[in-house]
Protein backbone atom coordinates (compact mmCIF):
# COMPACT_ATOMS: atom_id res chain seq x y z
CA UNK A 1 0.00 0.00 0.00
CA UNK A 2 1.36 3.35 -1.21
CA UNK A 3 2.23 5.97 2.22
CA UNK A 4 0.53 9.42 2.46
CA UNK A 5 2.23 12.12 2.59
CA UNK A 6 3.51 13.70 5.66
CA UNK A 7 1.28 16.67 6.26
CA UNK A 8 2.73 20.40 7.34
CA UNK A 9 2.96 19.62 11.02
CA UNK A 10 5.31 16.69 10.29
CA UNK A 11 2.78 13.46 10.91
CA UNK A 12 2.17 11.00 8.30
CA UNK A 13 -1.51 10.04 8.75
CA UNK A 14 -1.22 6.37 8.83
CA UNK A 15 2.10 5.99 10.75
CA UNK A 16 2.74 9.12 13.02
CA UNK A 17 4.76 7.23 15.47
CA UNK A 18 7.52 6.99 12.50
CA UNK A 19 7.13 10.80 11.59
CA UNK A 20 10.19 12.77 12.46
CA UNK A 21 12.91 9.53 13.11
CA UNK A 22 14.82 10.60 10.01
CA UNK A 23 13.55 14.12 9.21
CA UNK A 24 12.49 15.94 12.16
CA UNK A 25 13.27 19.30 13.82
CA UNK A 26 15.14 19.87 16.75
CA UNK A 27 14.46 22.61 19.12
CA UNK A 28 17.37 23.30 22.07
CA UNK A 29 17.34 25.32 25.60
CA UNK A 30 21.31 26.51 25.30
CA UNK A 31 21.67 26.82 29.07
CA UNK A 32 24.54 27.09 31.80
CA UNK A 33 26.85 29.76 29.96
CA UNK A 34 26.81 31.85 32.79
CA UNK A 35 27.42 28.68 34.89
CA UNK A 36 30.61 26.80 33.19
CA UNK A 37 32.21 30.45 33.26
CA UNK A 38 31.97 30.92 37.09
CA UNK A 39 33.25 27.31 37.23
CA UNK A 40 36.36 28.05 35.67
CA UNK A 41 36.80 31.48 37.89
CA UNK A 42 35.86 33.37 34.62
CA UNK A 43 33.74 36.38 33.61
CA UNK A 44 29.89 35.43 32.31
CA UNK A 45 30.64 36.69 29.26
CA UNK A 46 33.23 34.20 28.49
CA UNK A 47 31.01 31.13 28.93
CA UNK A 48 28.57 32.59 26.17
CA UNK A 49 31.53 33.11 23.69
CA UNK A 50 31.99 29.47 24.50
CA UNK A 51 28.33 28.80 23.84
CA UNK A 52 28.75 30.32 20.38
CA UNK A 53 31.62 27.46 19.89
CA UNK A 54 28.97 24.85 20.67
CA UNK A 55 26.87 26.54 17.90
CA UNK A 56 28.49 25.66 15.46
CA UNK A 57 29.11 22.27 16.36
CA UNK A 58 25.20 21.89 17.04
CA UNK A 59 25.04 23.00 13.62
CA UNK A 60 27.70 21.02 11.65
CA UNK A 61 25.98 17.57 13.36
CA UNK A 62 22.56 18.24 12.64
CA UNK A 63 22.45 17.43 9.11
CA UNK A 64 24.16 13.77 9.19
CA UNK A 65 21.77 12.71 12.34
CA UNK A 66 18.44 13.67 10.31
CA UNK A 67 17.73 16.98 11.48
CA UNK A 68 16.25 19.17 8.96
CA UNK A 69 15.42 22.17 11.53
CA UNK A 70 17.15 23.23 14.28
CA UNK A 71 15.51 25.95 16.79
CA UNK A 72 18.08 27.65 19.33
CA UNK A 73 16.91 29.48 22.14
CA UNK A 74 19.65 32.40 22.44
CA UNK A 75 17.65 35.07 24.45
CA UNK A 76 14.40 35.15 25.88
CA UNK A 77 11.95 38.35 26.55
CA UNK A 78 12.85 38.05 30.09
CA UNK A 79 16.14 37.97 29.87
CA UNK A 80 16.22 42.27 29.36
CA UNK A 81 16.15 41.77 33.13
CA UNK A 82 19.99 40.77 33.36
CA UNK A 83 22.23 43.39 33.76
CA UNK A 84 22.60 45.92 31.15
CA UNK A 85 26.01 45.23 30.21
CA UNK A 86 25.44 41.38 30.31
CA UNK A 87 22.37 42.59 27.33
CA UNK A 88 25.08 44.58 25.72
CA UNK A 89 27.83 41.89 25.43
CA UNK A 90 24.97 39.47 23.95
CA UNK A 91 23.94 41.50 21.61
CA UNK A 92 27.33 42.15 20.50
CA UNK A 93 28.27 38.57 20.28
CA UNK A 94 25.03 37.79 18.29
CA UNK A 95 26.25 39.84 16.06
CA UNK A 96 29.93 39.01 15.56
CA UNK A 97 28.64 35.70 15.73
CA UNK A 98 26.88 36.55 12.94
CA UNK A 99 28.79 38.59 11.24
CA UNK A 100 31.71 36.34 11.00
CA UNK A 101 29.14 32.78 10.22
CA UNK A 102 27.35 34.38 7.73
CA UNK A 103 30.36 32.90 4.62
CA UNK A 104 30.33 29.25 6.41
CA UNK A 105 26.24 28.87 6.73
CA UNK A 106 25.72 29.83 2.77
CA UNK A 107 28.27 27.37 1.81
CA UNK A 108 27.64 24.47 4.10
CA UNK A 109 23.90 25.33 2.71
CA UNK A 110 22.45 26.29 6.00
CA UNK A 111 19.45 28.46 5.97
CA UNK A 112 19.25 30.63 8.46
CA UNK A 113 16.00 32.27 10.10
CA UNK A 114 16.00 34.55 13.65
CA UNK A 115 12.48 34.10 15.37
CA UNK A 116 11.28 36.60 17.96
CA UNK A 117 10.53 40.29 18.41
CA UNK A 118 13.15 42.85 16.67
CA UNK A 119 11.92 46.37 17.63
CA UNK A 120 13.88 45.74 20.56
CA UNK A 121 17.19 44.68 19.30
CA UNK A 122 20.13 47.25 18.60
CA UNK A 123 19.23 48.40 14.54
CA UNK A 124 22.51 47.08 13.65
CA UNK A 125 21.53 43.55 14.79
CA UNK A 126 18.41 44.10 13.11
CA UNK A 127 20.70 44.61 9.92
CA UNK A 128 22.51 41.81 9.86
CA UNK A 129 20.07 39.33 10.63
CA UNK A 130 18.23 40.66 7.40
CA UNK A 131 21.44 40.24 5.70
CA UNK A 132 22.25 36.77 6.52
CA UNK A 133 18.62 35.53 6.17
CA UNK A 134 18.95 36.77 2.36
CA UNK A 135 21.91 35.67 1.74
CA UNK A 136 21.24 31.91 3.14
CA UNK A 137 17.95 32.17 1.74
CA UNK A 138 17.94 29.36 -1.05
CA UNK A 139 19.94 26.14 1.70
CA UNK A 140 18.57 23.13 1.94
CA UNK A 141 21.04 20.91 4.34
CA UNK A 142 19.45 22.50 7.46
CA UNK A 143 17.23 25.55 8.43
CA UNK A 144 18.44 26.87 11.62
CA UNK A 145 16.28 29.26 13.33
CA UNK A 146 17.42 31.22 16.60
CA UNK A 147 14.93 32.55 19.24
CA UNK A 148 15.99 36.71 20.26
CA UNK A 149 13.98 38.63 22.30
CA UNK A 150 11.18 35.39 22.24
CA UNK A 151 8.84 34.48 24.48
CA UNK A 152 5.92 31.80 23.52
CA UNK A 153 3.16 33.41 25.52
CA UNK A 154 3.91 37.04 23.73
CA UNK A 155 3.86 34.99 20.51
CA UNK A 156 0.59 33.76 21.56
CA UNK A 157 -1.27 36.66 22.25
CA UNK A 158 -0.01 38.48 19.21
CA UNK A 159 -1.21 35.53 17.34
CA UNK A 160 -4.36 35.53 18.30
CA UNK A 161 -4.46 39.81 18.11
CA UNK A 162 -3.90 39.13 14.25
CA UNK A 163 -7.04 36.49 14.28
CA UNK A 164 -10.09 37.61 12.44
CA UNK A 165 -13.06 38.28 15.09
CA UNK A 166 -16.33 36.48 14.90
CA UNK A 167 -14.67 33.90 12.27
CA UNK A 168 -13.31 30.34 14.07
CA UNK A 169 -10.16 29.71 13.17
CA UNK A 170 -8.40 26.71 11.81
CA UNK A 171 -4.88 24.98 13.53
CA UNK A 172 -3.27 26.69 9.71
CA UNK A 173 -4.84 30.11 10.22
CA UNK A 174 -3.69 30.29 13.71
CA UNK A 175 0.04 28.57 12.50
CA UNK A 176 0.51 31.33 10.18
CA UNK A 177 -0.74 34.21 12.26
CA UNK A 178 1.82 32.42 14.98
CA UNK A 179 4.42 32.45 12.44
CA UNK A 180 3.95 36.00 11.17
CA UNK A 181 4.50 37.32 14.96
CA UNK A 182 7.14 36.11 15.73
CA UNK A 183 8.74 36.44 12.03
CA UNK A 184 9.07 32.90 11.06
CA UNK A 185 8.91 31.01 8.08
CA UNK A 186 5.62 29.62 7.55
CA UNK A 187 5.30 26.19 7.45
CA UNK A 188 8.23 24.72 9.65
CA UNK A 189 7.28 21.92 11.05
CA UNK A 190 6.73 21.40 14.43
CA UNK A 191 9.35 20.36 17.51
CA UNK A 192 10.13 17.04 17.70
CA UNK A 193 12.52 16.57 20.11
CA UNK A 194 13.26 19.43 22.91
CA UNK A 195 16.29 19.27 24.59
CA UNK A 196 17.68 22.03 27.69
CA UNK A 197 20.94 21.27 28.78
CA UNK A 198 22.43 22.90 32.23
CA UNK A 199 20.43 20.45 34.30
CA UNK A 200 17.53 22.15 34.87
CA UNK A 201 13.51 20.65 33.66
CA UNK A 202 11.40 23.07 32.27
CA UNK A 203 9.97 24.37 29.52
CA UNK A 204 10.89 28.27 29.86
CA UNK A 205 8.51 29.92 27.50
CA UNK A 206 10.31 28.39 25.04
CA UNK A 207 7.81 27.32 21.78
CA UNK A 208 4.87 25.86 23.79
CA UNK A 209 2.70 25.79 20.91
CA UNK A 210 5.19 24.56 18.75
CA UNK A 211 6.62 21.41 21.20
CA UNK A 212 2.85 20.04 21.95
CA UNK A 213 3.66 16.98 21.27
CA UNK A 214 7.44 16.81 21.33
CA UNK A 215 9.78 14.93 23.20
CA UNK A 216 11.68 16.34 26.55
CA UNK A 217 15.32 15.99 26.67
CA UNK A 218 17.03 17.41 29.90
CA UNK A 219 20.61 17.13 30.26
CA UNK A 220 23.33 18.00 33.04
CA UNK A 221 26.08 18.72 30.71
CA UNK A 222 26.49 22.69 30.43
CA UNK A 223 26.28 24.10 27.05
CA UNK A 224 29.55 25.15 26.57
CA UNK A 225 30.65 21.36 27.02
CA UNK A 226 27.82 19.99 24.58
CA UNK A 227 29.01 18.31 21.82
CA UNK A 228 28.04 16.33 18.98
CA UNK A 229 28.17 13.12 21.23
CA UNK A 230 25.75 15.21 23.28
CA UNK A 231 23.74 15.89 20.64
CA UNK A 232 23.75 12.17 18.86
CA UNK A 233 22.81 11.07 22.15
CA UNK A 234 19.36 13.00 22.33
CA UNK A 235 18.99 11.87 19.06
CA UNK A 236 19.38 8.16 19.98
CA UNK A 237 16.79 8.54 23.15
CA UNK A 238 14.39 10.35 20.86
CA UNK A 239 14.71 7.25 17.88
CA UNK A 240 13.67 4.64 20.75
CA UNK A 241 10.68 6.70 22.26
CA UNK A 242 7.48 5.22 21.27
CA UNK A 243 5.43 8.34 19.40
CA UNK A 244 1.41 7.64 19.63
CA UNK A 245 0.03 11.15 19.23
CA UNK A 246 -2.76 9.86 21.25
CA UNK A 247 -3.47 6.72 19.60
CA UNK A 248 -2.93 3.39 20.72
CA UNK A 249 -0.44 1.17 18.95
CA UNK A 250 -2.01 -2.27 17.41
CA UNK A 251 -0.25 -5.49 17.30
CA UNK A 252 0.29 -4.81 12.91
CA UNK A 253 1.84 -1.74 13.48
Do not use: K
Not at 29 to 57: I, K
Not at 88 to 101: A, G, K, P
Not at 153 to 169: C, D, H, Q, V
Amino acid sequence: MARTSVDSRGLDPERPERAGRDRFHVAITMDGNGRWALRRGRPRDEGHVAGAASVRRAVEAAPALGITTLTLYAFSSANWRRPRGEVDNLMFLFQRHLDSECAHLTDSGVRFSVIGRRDRIPPSLRRSIVRVEERTSTGTALHLRVAIDYSAREALLMAAGRLATGISPTCEDFERALSESIHAPVGTRDVDLLIRTGGEQRLSDFLLWESAYAELYFTAVLWPDFGEADLASAVEAFAARDRRYGAIRTAAS
